[in-house]
């Protein structure tokens, strides 16, 4: 469990504290409708339990569940791992390149309700070709739904997520495999990261892998930080060179790497429903994410699992707006922050600042 306290901390508020509740409840209106970008959600995270029961029938599977109440009634984990046992489970309804696509869907209407203009999503390879379903399949049929998305105002990103349970020799085997795919889907799969179990699999493991891929100018991130120590941040800095930090939040417990996080403008996608619900906070007012803010490091908020955790990335914002008294500025901070982590283009991402401040300020 993470601890806020003993942290020196700016308490200036930004405007006379605390809102009212008229106040907030307009601010939670405002960023619902805001543009943003999410660069932290899992695809198979998002597979709500209903569509997970009609995939699951039509595919002839029997789930461990008899039916959606009592699958809903398991979400109640203690831990990263607890979760991602029930997490695997749900990904296992996915046989077919309909069936990838028809979760994908799904998620892109979430999105677009949601205010998303741009999503940077995670797929887990290594959950389905252990069952046999190859990566044409999977990769089909995600990206007829993102391209449909993308008709319909949502831009999109993939990243291949590595399972860090599993061994590198593994690893490095899926990445050969998704070589020609990254040539095939070059417009949307662009960089890879690392999930799964935390605790005892640190970056390092991985190094050759992200190595090969630096070397192939991909795009890279990296779970660090979540349950896992302060070195595992370090690692995934220092040895895998990624990008941003996704989760992070154990950052606050070593002063000169917030300050180092602050200068460079490496960025933290905080899942803060998520990390509520897996432990990781005793509650929402004790999370961190707005001292990570006072000091200057590029905090974003997201989803992760929104199927699993209670809500799409305005659930996120609303319950941080409620529990952290986040104020105006800071919400607009926390919007700015996700368009300026993306890893869409320069011009891109002068648009959407534009969209963002029309919306914002007008
Ligand atoms: O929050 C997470 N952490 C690690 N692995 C995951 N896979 C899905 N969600 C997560
Ligand atoms: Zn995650």
């Given at each position: 469990m993470i601890s806020n306290q003993n942290v020196p901390v700016?308490?200036?508020?930004?405007?006379?504290?605390?809102?009212s509740a008229a106040a907030r409840l307009k601010l939670k209106e405002k960023v619902d409708r805001a543009p943003k970008a999410e660069l932290h959600i899992h695809i198979e995270g998002s597979l709500e339990p209903e569509l997970i029961f009609s995939l699951a029938e039509r595919n002839g599977i029997t789930l461990p569940y008899s039916s959606v109440e009592s699958l809903q009634a398991a979400?109640?984990?203690?831990?990263l791992q607890s979760f991602l046992d029930i997490y695997y489970a749900g990904a296992s309804?996915?046989?077919h390149e309909e069936d990838f696509y028809d979760m994908t869907c799904a998620y892109v209407d979430q999105a677009l309700d949601n205010g998303i203009i741009h999503s940077e999503i995670f797929f887990d390879p290594q959950t389905h070709t252990v069952r046999g379903v190859s990566m044409e399949t999977m990769l089909a049929g995600i990206e007829r739904g993102l391209a449909e998305g993308e008709k319909r105002g949502l831009s999109s990103r993939l990243i291949l997520c590595f399972?860090?349970?599993?061994s590198e020799e593994d690893a490095l085997r899926t990445f050969n495999q998704a070589l020609p795919y990254f040539e095939q889907y070059a417009h949307r799969l662009i960089g890879i990261g690392l999930d799964s179990s935390e605790l005892g699999h640190p970056?390092?493991?991985f190094a050759r892998v992200f190595s090969q891929a630096l070397g192939r100018k991909m795009r890279l991130v990296a779970h660090a930080g979540e349950e896992g120590p302060v070195s595992y941040i370090y690692e995934a800095l220092d040895?895998?060179?990624?990008?941003r930090i996704d989760?992070?939040?154990?950052?606050?417990?070593d002063p000169q790497l917030v300050e180092r996080l602050a200068q460079s403008r490496i960025a933290l996608t905080v899942c803060p429903l998520s990390n509520l619900k897996l432990c990781v906070f005793d509650s929402l007012s004790d999370h961190n994410l707005k001292t990570l803010l006072e000091k200057g490091v590029a905090v974003t908020v997201n989803s992760d699992d929104p199927a699993y955790f209670g809500g799409h990335v305005n659930q996120n914002y609303r319950a941080l707006i409620d529990a952290l008294d986040l104020t105006e500025q800071q919400c607009y901070t926390l919007l700015r922050n996700s368009l300026e982590a993306s890893f869409i283009s320069d011009d891109k991402r002068q648009a959407m600042y534009r969209q963002l401040d029309h919306f914002w300020f007008s």
């Open positions: 700016d308490t200036t508020p930004d405007t006379p504290q605390s809102t979400y109640a984990f203690t831990s309804v996915l046989i399972l860090r349970h599993l970056p390092a493991k040895i895998l060179r990624v990008e989760h992070g939040v154990r950052c606050l417990e």
